[in-house]
């Protein structure tokens, strides 16, 4: 975690959960009661409360929306989250926005200045969708500055461990010609590396951008990941942002 933003651990509070904490999300088919228990745990644990939580559907599109009061609580203890939607942003000190991943990039954004955050979930279809271009976007609708704008790339499934087919390595080619590699036969793609270069596209500088570089895939203890263990994968890790001020 110490790669997203100890200078302003006063002003802002994340974290993302590990295989330690359990499944987080309602999407594996896991007891809804347990996955309400292992959130409540792990939220309280970080002192924030289970009903201040609002999670999307993440159904891997690029679509980022302002979360307001009126928000509160969805998907947090049942499958009543926001549709539509992979990315959340708030200028609401009171709101926790959530976003589950196995694999997928969770991705922080900060504006220490304009107190804004946001969230966003990036596939490889979100990637090449360009999400983080409209979470940026819709940070800025809140009153973000781009140049203030602090971005954290969160654990996911680096270039050592995804290997795509030949139609979705084209898709990154198209974006960005050196995110496609090709080792031992299979074309690996660089995930972090285009996320990078989308945002420094939209004017984000490269030192407000920090990312994890572990490996939910090669992590097997302390990650889950869809790619890893496929029918197996039995839960989704939780990330969580809230402004402190
Ligand atoms: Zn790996």
């Not at 954004?109 to 819709?138: T, Y």
Request: aromatic residues 6%.
């Amino acid at each position: 975690m110490e790669f997203i933003w100890p200078e302003d651990v006063d002003k802002v509070q994340t974290y993302i959960s590990t295989k330690e904490e359990g499944d987080l999300s309602f999407k594996w088919g896991n007891d809804e009661k347990v996955v309400v228990e292992n959130r409540i745990k792990c939220l309280s644990g970080l002192a924030l409360n289970i009903n201040d939580l609002v999670t999307c559907n993440q159904p891997h599109s690029n679509n980022v929306i302002i979360v307001g009061s009126e928000s509160v609580g969805r998907g947090a203890k049942q499958k009543d989250w926001l549709i539509g939607c992979d990315g959340l942003v708030t200028k609401d000190k009171d709101i926790i926005l959530g976003i589950e991943t196995a694999d997928c990039i969770p991705i922080f954004l900060f504006d220490p200045i304009n107190k804004v955050v946001g969230l966003a979930h990036a596939g490889w279809r979100g990637v090449v969708g360009n999400i983080v271009s409209e979470l940026i976007d819709q940070a800025i609708k809140l009153g973000a500055q781009v140049d203030l704008i602090k971005v954290a790339i969160g654990p996911h499934i680096q270039s050592c461990c995804f290997k795509v087919q030949g139609n979705v390595a084209d898709e990154f080619k198209k974006i960005l010609d050196g995110s496609v590699s090709e080792k031992e036969g299979r074309l690996h793609v660089d995930l972090q590396k285009v996320v990078f270069y989308q945002l420094t596209g939209v004017g984000v500088s490269v030192e407000n951008i920090s990312a994890s570089n572990e490996c939910t895939s090669c992590l097997k203890d302390k990650y889950y990941s869809f790619r890893r263990d496929k029918d197996e994968c039995a839960g989704s890790m939780l990330s969580v942002i809230k402004l402190k001020l």
